[in-house]
C-alpha cells in the first residue's frame, strides 16, 4: 500500500509567455504507517507536488499511482483511489464556506456518497479528534471562530474523509504556539491511531525533526535528498545548505556546547532530547 511518483515533471502555463517549470523528473515512493516530512524553500515545488498526490493536478510526464492505480484514468477505481488521499491545504480557513461547522465537515463526506447518519458520525469523530465539542460548536458558523479553531475545522474536513494518506501543507503557518501544539498532539493521535501515512509540508527544521521519520528536501523542482530524518542531518548537512536550508536549533546548539568542551553524544532532534543529552554529560541523570 503506496503512493508511488515515477519520474514526474510539471509546467505551469505550459506553452505560455508566463511557463513556468515546477517539478522535474521526480521518483518517491511514500508506504502506507510512514511520516514523512516535505521541506524546501518557498517556490521549491512541495505545494505543487502535493497536489500531484491526489490527482488535482496531472503531471506533464511521469505517473503517479495510489495503491496500484494510475490517477491519469477516470474510472471508479480511480476516483476511490483520489479519495483515499486528503488534503489539509495551506491556509485551509480560506476554504471553509458553509453555514455551520457541521456542513463544512460533512461535505467531503456527503459528496463520497455516505448516508446522512453515517455522515454526522463521522462529523462528530473528526470533531472529537481536532478537539471541537459537537454539542457546542456543530451549529455555528465557522466565520465566527478564532483562526485556530477555524483551521481545525478545515483539518476536521479532511479527517472526516478517512484518508489512508494524509497531507498537510504547513498546517502551522500563522498559527500561535497553542494552536500549533494543539494541531500536532492531534496530528499525532490519527498518525498513531489509525495505519496512515502522513506528510507533512513545513518550512519548520524543528517540525521536520521533531515528528517527521524521513525527510524529502526539495530544490527547484527536484528532490535534493531523500533519507532518515537522523541520517540527513547527520550527513548532509552541506546538501542542506546548498539549498538555503539549515539543521533545527537543538542540533546548532549541541554544537556550541561541544565547542564549549560539553561532552554530548547524540544528536538532538529536539530541545527535549538536548536537555536529556544535558543532563547526561553533566553527570546529572
Ligand atoms: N498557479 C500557479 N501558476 C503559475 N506558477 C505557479 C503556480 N503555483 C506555483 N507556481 C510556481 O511553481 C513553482 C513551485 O511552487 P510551489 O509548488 O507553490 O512551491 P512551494 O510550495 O515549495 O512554495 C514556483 O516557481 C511558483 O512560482
Ligand atoms: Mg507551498
Not at 43 to 53: D, I, M, N, P, Q
Not at 218 to 245: N, P, W, Y
Amino acid at each position: 500500500m503506496s503512493i508511488e511518483v515515477k519520474n514526474i515533471s510539471y509546467t505551469y502555463m505550459a506553452k505560455t509567455p508566463f511557463e513556468r517549470k515546477a517539478l522535474e523528473n521526480v521518483t518517491l515512493t511514500i508506504e502506507k504507517g510512514e511520516f514523512v516530512a516535505i521541506i524546501g524553500h518557498t517556490g521549491s515545488g512541495k505545494s505543487t507536488l502535493a497536489e500531484h498526490l491526489n490527482g488535482l493536478l496531472v503531471p506533464s510526464t511521469g505517473e503517479v499511482c495510489v495503491d496500484g492505480v494510475n490517477l491519469k484514468g477516470k474510472g471508479n477505481d480511480v476516483r476511490l483511489a483520489k479519495h483515499k488521499v486528503g488534503i489539509v491545504f495551506q491556509y485551509p480557513e480560506h476554504q471553509i464556506f458553509a453555514e455551520t461547522i457541521y456542513e463544512d465537515i460533512a461535505f467531503g463526506p456527503r459528496n463520497s456518497g455516505k448516508a446522512e447518519k453515517e455522515v454526522e458520525i463521522q462529523v462528530r469523530n473528526a470533531m472529537q479528534f481536532v478537539g471541537l465539542d459537537y454539542d457546542l460548536f456543530a451549529q455555528r458558523s465557522p466565520f465566527q471562530l478564532s483562526g485556530g479553531q477555524m483551521r481545525r475545522v478545515a483539518i476536521a474536513g479532511v479527517i472526516a474523509m478517512e484518508p489512508d494518506y494524509l497531507i498537510m501543507d504547513e498546517p502551522s503557518a500563522g498559527l500561535d504556539p497553542v494552536s500549533r501544539d494543539a494541531i500536532f498532539t492531534q496530528l499525532m493521535a490519527v498518525f498513531k491511531k489509525r495505519d496512515i501515512a502522513v506528510i507533512l509540508i513545513t518550512h519548520s527544521m524543528e517540525e521536520a525533526a521533531q515528528y517527521a521519520d524521513r525527510l524529502l528536501v526539495m530544490s527547484k523542482g527536484q528532490i535534493a535528498i531523500d533519507g532518515k530524518t537522523s541520517e540527513v542531518f547527520k550527513e548532509q548537512r552541506g546538501t542542506l545548505q546548498e539549498v538555503g536550508l539549515d539543521v533545527p536549533e537543538s542540533i546548532k546548539l549541541t554544537d556550541l556546547l561541544c565547542a564549549k568542551g560539553l561532552k554530548i553524544e547524540g544528536q538532538a532532534l529536539t530541545k527535549e532530547q538536548l536537555v536529556e543529552y544535558i543532563k547526561k554529560a553533566k553527570g546529572w541523570s
